[in-house]
């Protein structure tokens, strides 16, 4: 089969070009190095280079063609030829930056001009602080995107769940584990920083060639592994080597990388006294290989172990108000133990057969094996402290409010496979890109879903049932005890799925050029059949960019397009375990307007970004969130929107890596069919959201460095559990944190010390990090309290880090 596909694709090129010419070659600038994004204009058309600078076009024959080469911030080159019927011409170009963007500096991608988004460089990553100091770490301070949480690398975008986002590695689309509840439990996330290459994220508009998720899509690409490096990192939070080498005359490439991480350090500064035992760990390899020069063959590995255990001995919380101050103490017995365990692989064959044909054939599968153990028992006192700042007993609990005990019973048990066949195609001709793809998966998931949780307030059982009165006699009341313990939730059910899913996709990207002003287009449709519930969705989407030729340091965006989220397993099982065959696909309508600007300030390049959108969203399934733990209520019964506008200004105050500072500003609102409240907040409607990622270094000597996260995010809505959404009506507080990193490079790349033992390295770097600066009280979720005796209910937060000291040591071989 592929080899008549190839047949074909020789054939049809054969026949269109054999009246044209073929012109193709790298553009790179003075110091060699590749320029990616740089505009060819011809004959009315215009196309792009690619990330290793490489560009193909096809002009006509004896005819004379002028052809432009150009790139803001570097002066336009030319070539005037007259070809020959099928020559091939090669022409490389080195363009020359020019005084209004300095040659080093990269803050502009012709990515983002096109298709909207946010193009990121692994070295944003390098400095970069904080407890988790990832791609999503990374990814959490861009505007449109909110978390509240820095044990998790989850993320909500532009009001979305966290089941929201798409995310890729190398074209191939990673999954999460399902079943994990807090922050402190997930572990370490698939992406692996020391083997990134390029980052890109957009929060929405994003083309048909990314899948069928409503909110987001996060694409990473690994880099090809170097001759020979070793990278090692140390912290008290863990650590990771990487090692990489080449062989076969280069033809072979392989990086694999060992994480181990532990939260246990930054557990101990919550509420918690307790036993901490979480071991994280996990190995990624990525082999490529070079078979011939029209065949490159690549696989991608990774096994992950995540563990967390917890024997709880004691909490205590202060909350409240100065005129009402509260402490909850906790004495708990018992344990808790979660284990998630994933495996994934891929083999990806890519073939060119013609310079503007790229083909992929892919094959990929994932397993995830999780399991939640869990049966505690936690006994409470509420008290109320004095507050009289007089006394002598100021702070100590002076009235006991209630007492109670709570238990807590998991068995939960998941196994999921997800198998997945692809095809990815790009053909590039003059009259602009073509890319499609088609997908078959196969899904089997077994679920075994055993919890409950028992309430006990003031000696008695919540909900409370009282025995009957059987009768009176001589005035004794006889009672008829009701039958067994009444338990607050109690769920036991077990579930297989095992499912096909069939989806598609093609785009065109027109480029072209008119009185010194670029154009750009991109329209495509992908569609989707699941076999468990017999739907067929269909998603066109359409990208619209302009930059005027008389004011090229600005450009303006329209994006377009339904984006159809079938459901995955969690969202079609409801709260007490049960599936829901009829289940259909999430739906939600994006438009977003952008408009960039770049500019200078004390000779400094910098752009500012700024975007507009509204989403028209139906069919949706209502959920509620705790913690990181996401519960749908398996219904499409929602209709809903979002709208709000993202604010983005970055620039580069150390040389080659820039910093910026996000704005975000939303409403996200739903209504539920039924309850009579109309439109609601939806559990992620956070309102704002305002984050600064800054580097810089002390003046006249750039071996201090100091990194700087801040994170300010509006509060979630919440409400007592088992009450209706519409009666959620209180707000969390505010979310506030600082990160701050102090950085001392010993070595640089390229650089001879004095000490002769560094330079048995290439670079050398160690670093102080302060988390939470301000020692901000953030809140991850409540504990709910229930006093029978007085009908009340209390709210306890549970916080989250407090301030702490971090070390790290970097060392590149």
């Known amino acids: 089969m592929r080899i008549l596909f190839s047949i074909l694709f020789f054939t049809v090129s054969t026949l269109v070009f054999s009246q044209n010419a073929q012109v193709s070659g790298t553009i790179k600038n003075k110091k060699a190095e590749a320029l990616e994004g740089v505009a060819i204009v011809y004959r009315g058309n215009t196309t792009v280079t690619n990330a290793k600078g490489e560009y193909f076009i096809s002009i006509p024959a004896n005819k004379k063609t002028k052809i432009l080469y150009t790139l803001f911030g570097y002066t336009t080159d030319s070539l005037i030829i007259t070809p020959s019927p099928g020559e091939i011409i090669n022409k490389n170009v080195t363009l020359t930056a020019t005084n209004t963007l300095l040659e080093e500096v990269d803050v502009v991608s012709e990515r983002e001009r096109v298709e909207g988004g946010v193009d990121l460089k692994p070295r944003e990553l390098e400095f970069n602080t904080g407890p988790l100091s990832t791609v999503e770490g990374l990814i959490k301070t861009l505007p449109g995107v909110v978390s509240r949480n820095e044990f998790s690398s989850q993320y909500s975008v532009r009001g979305g769940s966290f089941d929201e986002n798409l995310v890729y590695v190398n074209g191939i689309e990673i999954y999460r584990p399902f079943l994990a509840r807090s922050g402190q439990q997930e572990g370490l996330s698939f992406v692996n920083s020391d083997m990134v290459s390029n980052i890109y994220f957009s929060a929405g508009g994003f083309p048909a060639r990314y899948g069928d998720k409503m909110s987001s899509v996060l694409d990473i690409t690994y880099r090809e592994p170097e001759p020979f490096g070793v990278r090692a990192q140390a912290s008290l939070l863990g650590g990771s080597i990487t090692a990489e080498g080449r062989t076969l005359k280069d033809r072979l490439g392989i990086i694999t990388s060992f994480r181990y991480r532990t939260n246990k350090y930054l557990l101990g500064s919550t509420d918690v006294t307790a036993d901490f035992q979480p071991k994280f760990t996990d190995v990624q390899t990525l082999i490529t290989y070079q078979l011939t020069d029209e065949w490159h063959l690549e696989f991608l590995g990774n096994y992950a172990k995540n563990d967390y255990r917890v024997l709880p001995q004691t909490s205590e919380t202060k909350f409240g108000t100065l005129n009402e101050a509260l402490q909850l103490n906790v004495f708990f017995d018992g ?73 807590n019973y998991l068995r939960n048990r998941m196994d999921a496979i997800v198998g997945n066949l692809e095809h990815k195609g790009t053909w590039i001709t003059e009259k602009g890109i073509l890319r499609w793809g088609a997908r078959w998966q196969h899904d089997d998931i077994q679920d075994r879903y055993k919890e409950w949780e028992r309430i006990d307030s003031a000696g008695y059982s919540v909900p409370h049932n009282p025995s009957q009165i059987d009768s009176i006699v001589n005035g004794i009341v006889y009672f008829t005890p009701t039958d067994g313990l009444p338990l607050w939730e109690s769920y036991d059910t077990r579930a297989s799925v095992i499912s096909d899913r069939v989806m598609g996709y093609f785009d065109f990207e027109k480029n072209w050029g008119k009185d010194s002003s670029i154009y750009s287009f991109i329209a495509g449709v992908r569609s989707q059949y699941w076999t468990y519930n017999k739907q067929i969705t269909v998603s066109p989407r359409a990208t619209f960019s302009f930059t005027p030729g008389r004011f090229k340091n600005t450009s303006w965006r329209f994006s377009t397009g339904f984006y159809h989220q079938p459901p995955f397993y ?6 007490s375990g049960s599936l829901n065959p009829d289940i259909k696909a999430q739906v939600a309508v994006h438009f977003v307007l952008a408009y960039d600007y770049q500019f200078k300030v004390a000779n400094l390049p910098f752009k500012f970004v700024s975007e507009v959108y509204y989403k028209d969203m139906y069919d949706l399934i209502p959920y509620a969130i705790e913690n990181v733990r996401v519960r749908y209520s398996a219904l ?141 009280r953030n809140t991850a979720s409540y504990l709910w309290i229930r006093d029978i005796s007085t009908s009340r209910q209390y709210a306890v937060p549970n916080y989250l880090t407090n301030r702490l000291l971090n070390l790290k040591l970097t060392i590149k071989i």
């Not at 969690?570 to 709260?575: H, L």
């Not at 990160?739 to 390295?761: A, H």
């Open 335 to 407: 344990q808790e133990q979660y284990f998630y365990t994933t495996k994934f692989g891929a083999f990806k064959a890519s073939y060119t057969p013609e310079k503007n044909v790229f083909l992929d054939f892919i094959v990929s599968g994932y397993q995830t094996e999780e399991e939640e153990l869990t049966d505690v028992i936690g006994y409470y006192r509420l008290g109320e402290l004095n507050n009289n700042l007089g006394s002598d007993d100021f702070g100590e609990i002076k009235d006991l409010r209630g007492e109670g005990a709570f238990q």
């Open 570 to 575: 969690r969202e079609f099982r409801d709260i």
């Open 636 to 776: 499409n019964n929602a209709v809903g929107y979002a709208a709000g506008i993202d604010l983005r200004i970055n620039g580069e105050f150390v040389k080659g890596t820039e910093s910026w500072a996000s704005l975000s500003l939303f409403r996200v609102m739903e209504d539920i069919e039924g309850d009579g409240a109309g439109y609601i907040p939806r559990p992620t409607d956070t309102r704002f959201n305002f984050a600064i990622y800054f580097q810089d270094h002390i003046p006249n000597d750039p071996s201090f460095r100091v990194s700087l996260n801040l994170y300010l995010t509006g509060g979630f809505p919440f409400g007592a559990p088992g009450t209706e959404r519409k009666d959620q009506v209180y707000r969390a507080p505010i979310y506030r944190r600082v990160d701050l990193g102090f950085i001392k490079v010993l070595k640089d790349e390229g650089q001879t010390k004095k000490w002769k033992f560094l330079n048995n390295f290439r670079s050398v770097w160690i670093g102080l990090e302060v988390f939470n600066l301000l020692k901000s």
